[in-house]
């Protein structure tokens, strides 16, 4: 069955960097877009990232660019986000998520998501 | 950014009733929504992909509708266990959206 694992998250100063990682299971990894949302504490989904099979396409909502990197490694099944020059208004649920198309070109929403893995941006 | 405006935000019905959430895109997506659940600590679930297609293993009093700006989400007798929050989500250009959330209470 799909599985997806996040580790990585934590406590971390304004300013400061996080790299999370996500272990993905049971799929054909190389085959699907993945992503990453986030959820701060008692908030709604926010869609951060996407990458595209190859991870040669990646997409970000504006709020990170320039300060987040989405990356994969299809030989490792697992997907990344490197986090920089991080905000108190970064604070979230982080979830890894696979999008729904296989072997697709373009995204379809989420399928299958991880547990999620807390960050917390405080001094 | 295309917004995507839920309603209602919150809802109270008892076990047995018909619930209907709705969901306004601010332009013209087709068919590109899907319907989530999530339940409290919890990832959300995909229930509804492509407006109107069953997730497989979703129980069938789970339906939704629509197309263009307009889309409705419905539960056809409301149980127990589908207390949550539930989200729509537009794919049809990034950035992807989400509605607010309608939380979900049984009387």
């Known amino acids: 069955q799909v599985q997806l694992v996040e580790s990585g998250g934590g406590l971390v100063k304004p300013g400061g960097s996080l790299r999370l990682s996500c272990a993905a299971s049971?799929?054909?990894?190389?085959?699907?877009?993945m992503t990453w949302i986030r959820q701060a504490p008692g908030k709604g989904l926010e869609w951060v990232s996407y990458i595209g099979r190859s991870g040669s396409t990646v997409y970000y909502i504006d709020s990170v660019k320039g300060r987040f990197t989405i990356s994969r490694d299809n030989a490792k099944n697992s997907l990344y986000l490197q986090m920089s020059s991080l905000r108190a208004e970064d604070t979230a649920v982080y979830f890894c998520?696979?999008?729904?198309?296989?072997?697709?070109?373009?995204?379809?929403?989420?399928?299958?998501w991880g547990q999620g893995t807390l960050v917390t941006v405080s001094s | 950014d295309i917004q995507m405006t839920q309603s209602p935000s919150s809802l109270s019905s008892s076990v047995g009733d018909r619930v209907t959430i709705t969901c306004q895109a601010s332009q013209d997506i087709s068919n590109s929504l899907n319907w989530y659940q999530q339940k409290p600590g919890k990832a959300p679930k995909l229930l509804i992909y492509?407006?109107?297609n069953l997730e497989t293993g979703v129980p069938s009093r789970f339906s939704g509708g629509g197309s263009g700006t307009d889309f409705t989400f419905t539960i056809s007798s409301l149980q127990p266990e589908d207390i949550a929050t539930y989200y729509c989500?537009?794919?049809?250009?990034?950035?992807?959206?989400f509605g607010q959330g309608t939380r979900l209470e049984i009387k």
């Open positions: 049971g799929f054909t990894f190389s085959d699907h877009y």
């Open positions: 989500q537009q794919y049809d250009d990034l950035p992807i959206t």
């Open positions: 492509d407006a109107s």
């Open positions: 998520a696979r999008d729904r198309g296989v072997y697709s070109s373009s995204w379809y929403g989420v399928d299958y």
